[in-house]
């Protein structure tokens, strides 16, 4: 498939200004570690040994020993990250997130010989150091691929069929290349043998979307998942830096996959009878919410209603409306999450209200997909406490 950027590079100018899309802060931040990232680690080595050096100037007599331990964990860090592209796991750059590491390696150290600088503080510190070295290779090289079937269940007095409407939810696939965990979404498709298929955008990863390589390799996943469905799959567009204008229509051509471009459509499927509205995302709740709107009057209040779209910022608008079930994806349930706390950061205007997971409010019922890929240009190719998913809902008649 022909690339419309001949060098298969994305430019900036596309990735701050895509059409119908006002960039967040989090944008600005990727873009200045892509431009990090086209800077080979090798190139900073001296950057790499001033920190190391701050690092362990505190430490006095066991400056050595802190300088080496310091080194060895820079050295084994940045050898993780390069073979992860070299493996066939992830492709990210490797600079940012070295750097990322090396910092906070660093304060604790730093720290460390500040407040007490003796022996065993720096054995403390070393137990600390290797915890994050195992943290950072689960992240990195095993939660990734570790794909969780969530399986959730809905009742409804509009529902009608005899038996429960098997109902599959793919999010945020961010494909820069196939990897285990495609591969894997395949064979569980096969497994689940779903009768209908819904996905939630943000096919392809933020550093691959104009790489005319990345492009054949989505769409040929997308016909495999096609293949090994037994009833139709249904999709929507996901973030619009994501999901670029000129490319997902070429993605889409010619697959049997329904593309629901701000569209609702009346389905039967095993004696059911639903309305799947699919609603174009320009993460603007301003303009989104009256399309919203306008896009569900022409839906009957008594049918069984499914909002596809992107994000889960409408859910007071849908929940008003009366929408039965939203599905979205967008936050990755932050990616990254820390212990009691949960996500950082969500990409969504209320944060951590809806950041992953199942929720209900005045009848509708959300789920938030984890989705399966990761963020693209500088962030890291990682996700910790937050293991893609997919989910499995059976959608069934409330007879009682």
């Known amino acids: 498939m022909p690339s419309s950027n001949p060098s298969n590079e994305t430019t900036l100018d596309e990735i701050l200004h895509p059409p119908d899309y006002r960039p967040r802060v989090l944008h600005f931040v990727l873009v200045l570690t892509e431009l990090l990232g086209r800077v080979s680690p090798a190139l900073l080595l001296p950057a790499w040994l001033a920190l190391a050096a701050i690092a362990c100037w505190p430490w006095g007599d066991l400056r050595i020993p802190a300088a080496v331990m310091s080194l060895a ?48 503080t720096l054995v403390v510190i070393g137990v600390v150091q290797l915890t994050i070295s195992v943290v950072s290779f689960y992240a990195t090289w095993v939660e990734p691929f ?8 809905l009742r409804s007095s ?34 689940l043998d779903a009768d ?30 096609c293949e090994r469905s037994r009833g139709p799959v249904y999709g929507i567009t996901g973030s619009p830096p994501v999901d670029l204008r000129g490319v997902v229509p070429r993605i889409f051509d010619g697959l049997p996959i329904r593309w629901l471009l701000d569209e609702v459509e009346q389905v039967a499927i095993e004696g059911h009878r639903i309305c799947i509205a699919g609603l174009r995302c320009t993460r603007e709740r301003s303009r989104d919410a009256p399309r919203l709107r306008r896009l569900l009057d022409r839906v009957p209040a008594d049918q069984f209603t499914l909002l596809l779209y992107h994000s889960p910022d409408l859910m007071p608008e849908a929940a008003e409306l009366g929408v039965d079930l939203y599905l979205c994806g967008h936050t990755h349930g932050g990616q990254i999450r820390l212990p009691f706390f ?14 992953m997971g199942r929720y209900e409010e005045n009848g509708t019922t959300l789920y938030v997909s984890r989705g399966l890929g990761m963020e693209g240009l500088g962030a890291p190719r990682a996700r910790f406490l937050s293991p893609p998913e997919i989910i499995e809902w059976r959608l069934c008649a409330d007879n009682e």
Request: hydrophobic content about 45%; some cysteine.
């Open 146 to 153: 570790r794909i969780q079937v969530s399986c959730e269940g």
């Open 73 to 120: 964990l820079m050295f084994l860090d940045g050898v993780g990250l390069a073979l992860l592209p070299r493996m066939g796991r992830s492709f990210g750059a490797v600079t940012p997130p070295l750097l990322a590491l090396t910092l906070v390696r660093g304060f604790l150290t730093f720290s460390g010989g500040l407040v007490w600088g003796r022996g065993p």
């Open 196 to 225: 209908l298929i819904v996905l939630t955008g943000d096919y392809l990863n933020l550093s691959s979307v104009r790489d005319a390589e990345s492009q054949v390799e989505v769409r040929d996943l997308l016909g495999e998942i």
């Open 158 to 191: 509009k529902l009608d069929g005899q038996a429960p409407l098997r109902l599959l939810h793919i999010s945020d696939m961010h494909v820069e290349k196939i990897t285990a965990r495609e591969q894997k979404l395949l064979d569980l498709i096969t497994t």
């Open 342 to 355: 949960g996500a950082l950061v969500t990409s969504s205007k209320f944060w951590k209200r809806y950041e």
